[in-house]
């Protein structure tokens, strides 16, 4: 198999007494999806914080396609070419649709120290956010205020603003969270393209998309990986039907009849 | 320098010190649990010397003027609060930096048509008009003594109410995480009214401390208000240690640089010492909350 | 179309304002010149804050700073003989932007409340260094007996010719901030205000792009720094006092935080309403003070906000 594009080793995150993550590794390889699950709190927005640079691991290191980035400011690895969403809808509520892609496109079409052309007219700004749009089905609401879009909406926005920086690696957290299922159809096929050209590491808790789209699932409990490999091993994965979904026979029933929210167990 | 003028300076500087603790308390207890900027702290301290130089003259003593000026000035602290202040609490900095600007501005006029633009004069206890002898030599005023000595027993009272008492446990938490208090099912209004109350009392009785040594004029609270934003800001916003030992600091700092230093560093100094403190330490020395 | 409708109608607006105001010296009366130059001064000062602060997001509380600097620069070179306007204007801008960029990169280490502190206590250090210069004043600061010299016979003597440079610096100001706003680097600044952590995971290395407004900011409320030690013909600590940097953030706030026309409002506002209330009462305060708590608590958006209410703006 080629070289890792993102490898993350050993990384421990202390809040306190409790390690949010305890020796994490995790490796995310060219065009693949890897599916990261486990319980809520298992500290799986904690490593993606650890990824991007909003966090520091107190130790283990974060490589970007063999280089050390543990240290990298947060800027920096988005330059290099790591997007992220979040959790929580995070977008520039006060722009329009159109602006909030055109500043990811910005980022990344050098300094911004440019004072004097209006933002708004530039054309090379404006095409590959609106192509950003139309994948994600947003193109005739490119004008819309991003405050007035509906949830989901405002998910597929954030989503945009990640692809238009043009990554290589995309950190998606929960991305359908709260997406009715029409919505959610139609964004996972959108993920389903974007295996080509990028790395997913997609955190999910709609067990459909992540059996669907993972090429690799990787369990998270306790800061801890339990298990990894494809999702036919993870299934059948006795360590995981214990600790993810509790006892024997019955998780097994709720691995195939898959749960919409993997966060009934607190084990 | 000879060393008795360092020693009356060091003095002068814990005095100043003492004040600036009474400021900075309420202030930074304030800041930390309702995560409130009022820069109208500084008009209690105001208010607290113009009620007590008015209540000295009624009654001829400068212990029941006192005694009467505290509790009005507490009044005035819990009015503002329920009028105003309660209204900022889910209001951003800004607006709270500009309403308590506001505040001052409409203080400072209250005033003038109250007592009048010019300055106050406010008599000297009686018995404390002399100066004692330290050490062969050195002589320091009296009164500035009992400054040192009644600040010193605020000081410790306080800790006392904050370190030893289930109120204090509850406004030491707050400080620390507001979440937290609410999550104990604690009364917040009446808590944060009763914490409003306890600043504006000790802002008021700093002022009517420093009401004989300095006059009693319009703006006086504004000098000494951004003396203990500096304090609270050093000491770490929320934290009771931290503003005593930035007060002390900040107080010796600023006394015993006028006597060294030339007169336009000296008035820097301080503030080239918080600017320092925040570059090393952006949260301040005691960072109270988590 | 609606759209160059109201484009039109704007520039138009914009004609006509400027247009008036220009016809304030055919009055005839010199305290409507000064006071309206006052005004365009203040507007230009709280014009510069607002590009922090409501474009920015950066709540700064020691604005007067910068003025204070150009206005010492001017009159620090006055006395040591400088008067052009080709060494004292640049001079003054770049000494102010020069403090900006020192105490932008101390401050901005800091957010929130103690970026609000940590500006006012640079304030503070920069007034009593004002008043500590004896051979300049000290306290009482100094005066300036006559006013820059463009060379060739062209002085700022006459107070009429002295507005006229106002209106263009602060008409060339509005321009040039409409541009710089809707600009690239506009739209990062924006942005930083609305959610700085996510631009920073979009890839902008936000603090860079904060302080180089912030310099910017603070170069321009120098060159009112300037323009106010021409008007005034004196120069005191009394400038860079901290209640001086309170009003310039009134002034922003009343006339409407975020919008270009709003500070300009608002100085206006707080400078008219001064000359004419304290005309009724020397008590005026008294009425300001609340006022200003109600625009707080209830009038979000200040002035223009009024006038726009329940109307996007994008």
Redesign the interface.
């Known amino acids: 198999m080629a070289d890792a594009l993102l490898s993350v080793k050993g990384a421990t995150k202390w809040f306190g007494a409790l390690a949010a993550t305890d020796g994490v590794d995790l490796d995310l390889y060219p065009g693949e999806i890897h599916a990261l699950i486990g319980p809520n709190g298992a500290g799986k927005t904690t490593l993606i914080h650890q990824i991007t640079g909003e966090l520091t691991p107190d130790e283990g290191t974060v490589r970007f396609r063999g280089r050390d980035i543990t240290r990298l400011p947060v800027h920096r690895r988005a330059m290099l070419g790591l997007a992220r969403t979040y959790q929580v809808t995070n977008i520039f509520e006060g722009f329009s649709v159109i602006e909030n892609v055109s500043l990811a496109v910005q980022a990344r079409s050098g300094h911004s120290f440019r004072f004097w052309r209006r933002a708004a007219t530039i054309r090379e700004l404006y095409e590959p956010a609106m192509a950003v749009l139309a994948l994600v089905g947003l193109a005739d609401w490119s004008d819309r205020p991003a405050a007035s879009l509906s949830h989901g909406d405002q998910r597929k926005v954030a989503i945009a603003m990640a692809l238009a920086m043009n990554p290589e690696v995309l950190l998606l957290d929960e991305p359908l969270a709260g997406m009715g299922p029409r919505s959610a159809r139609d964004l996972i096929d959108v993920l389903n393209g974007l295996r080509e050209n990028h790395a997913l590491l997609l955190v999910e808790h709609d067990m459909d998309a992540v059996f669907s789209l993972a090429d690799r699932i990787s369990v998270l409990v306790y800061g801890r990986i339990i298990a990894s490999g494809r999702p036919e091993a993870i299934r059948e994965d006795s360590a995981v039907m214990e600790a993810y979904l509790g006892e024997g026979e019955e998780a097994v029933g709720a691995l195939e009849t898959v749960p919409a929210k993997g966060t009934t167990c607190s084990v | 320098m000879n060393a008795s003028l360092l020693i009356v300076q060091t003095l002068n500087g814990v005095q100043l010190g003492m004040m600036l603790f009474l400021m900075s308390a309420g202030l930074t207890l304030v800041f930390g649990i309702m995560n409130l900027i009022n820069l109208a702290h500084g008009s209690l301290y105001m208010l607290g010397a113009y009620f007590a130089a008015t209540f000295q003259k009624m009654t001829g003593s400068f212990l029941l003027g006192v005694a009467l000026a505290l509790p009005a000035v507490v009044l005035v602290g819990i009015l503002i609060e329920v009028a105003v202040l309660r209204r900022l609490y889910d209001h951003d900095h800004l607006d709270q930096v500009l309403a308590t600007f506001a505040m001052i501005l409409f203080f400072n006029e209250l005033v003038s048509i109250l007592w009048g633009p010019q300055a106050y004069f406010m008599a000297l206890p009686e018995g404390l008009g002399g100066t004692v002898e330290l050490l062969p030599g050195i002589r320091y005023p009296a009164y500035r003594l009992a400054i040192l000595a009644a600040g010193g027993v605020v000081a410790l009272g306080l800790w006392y109410f904050i370190m030893r008492t289930r109120v204090g446990m509850l406004i030491r938490a707050g400080a620390a995480n507001r979440e937290m208090v609410g999550a104990l099912g604690v009364n917040i209004r009446l808590l944060f009214t009763l914490v409003f109350g306890l600043g504006a009392g000790l802002a008021g009785f700093a002022g009517m401390m420093a009401g004989p040594i300095l006059s009693v004029e319009i703006g006086m609270g504004e000098s000494i208000l951004i003396l203990t934003l500096v304090v609270i800001i050093i000491g770490g916003i929320g934290s009771v240690r931290g503003a005593f030992v930035a007060a002390i600091l900040i107080g010796i700092t600023d006394t015993v640089g006028r006597v060294m230093l030339p007169p336009a560093l000296a008035s820097m100094s301080i503030y080239i010492l918080m600017a320092a403190v925040l570059f090393w330490r952006p949260q301040g020395l005691f960072p109270a909350a988590t | 179309m609606k759209g160059d409708f109201r484009f039109g109608k704007r520039h138009g607006a914009f004609l006509f304002t400027a247009l008036l105001l220009a016809a304030i010296p055919f009055m005839g009366e010199p305290f409507y010149v000064r006071l309206a130059s006052r005004i365009l001064i203040y507007g230009l000062c709280a014009l510069s804050l607002d590009l922090i602060?409501g474009y920015g997001g950066m709540?700064s509380?020691g604005h007067a700073a910068f003025l204070g600097v150009g206005a010492y620069t001017t009159g620090i070179l006055f006395h040591n003989g400088v008067q052009s306007v080709w060494i004292v204007w640049p001079a003054a801008v770049g000494m102010s932007g020069a403090a900006a960029l020192v105490i932008g990169a101390?401050s901005l280490?800091?957010a929130?409340?103690?970026f609000?502190?940590?500006t006012?206590?640079?304030a503070?250090?920069i007034f009593?260094?004002c008043?500590?210069?004896e051979a300049y004043g000290g306290d009482d600061g100094m005066a300036m007996w006559s006013r820059n010299t463009f060379g060739g016979g062209l002085d700022l003597d006459s107070p009429v010719r002295l507005y006229y440079i106002i209106l263009g610096a602060l008409v060339v100001a509005f321009y040039l901030s409409r541009?710089?706003v809707?600009?690239?680097?506009?739209?990062?600044i924006?942005?930083i205000r609305?959610?700085e952590?996510?631009?920073?995971?979009?890839?902008?290395?936000?603090f860079q792009?904060k302080l180089?407004c912030f310099v910017i900011s603070g170069a321009a409320a120098g060159f009112a720094g300037v323009l106010l030690a021409n008007l005034n013909g004196y120069i005191s600590p009394a400038l860079i006092h901290?209640?001086r940097s309170?009003e310039i953030?009134?002034m922003v706030?009343l006339g409407g935080m975020g919008t270009l026309i709003g500070p300009i409002l608002g100085a206006a506002c707080l400078l008219l309403a001064e000359e004419i209330l304290s005309g009724f009462t020397q008590?005026?305060?008294?009425f300001?003070?609340?006022?200003?708590?109600l625009?707080?608590?209830f009038g979000r958006g200040g002035l223009v906000g009024l006038a726009t209410r329940g109307r996007?703006r994008?």
């Not at chain 3, 008590?283 to 008294?286: A, E, G, S």
């Not at chain 3, 300001?288 to 708590?293: A, E, M, N, R, S």
């Open positions: 602060l709540v509380l101390i280490r800091t929130g409340v103690y609000i502190m940590i006012l206590a640079f503070q250090m009593y260094f008043a500590g210069l541009r710089l809707d600009s690239r680097f506009g739209r990062v924006r942005g609305e959610n952590g996510r631009m920073r995971s979009i890839g902008y290395p936000t792009y180089v901290w209640t309170g953030l009134v706030i008590h005026w305060m008294i300001l003070g609340p006022l200003l708590i625009v707080v608590l996007y994008g």
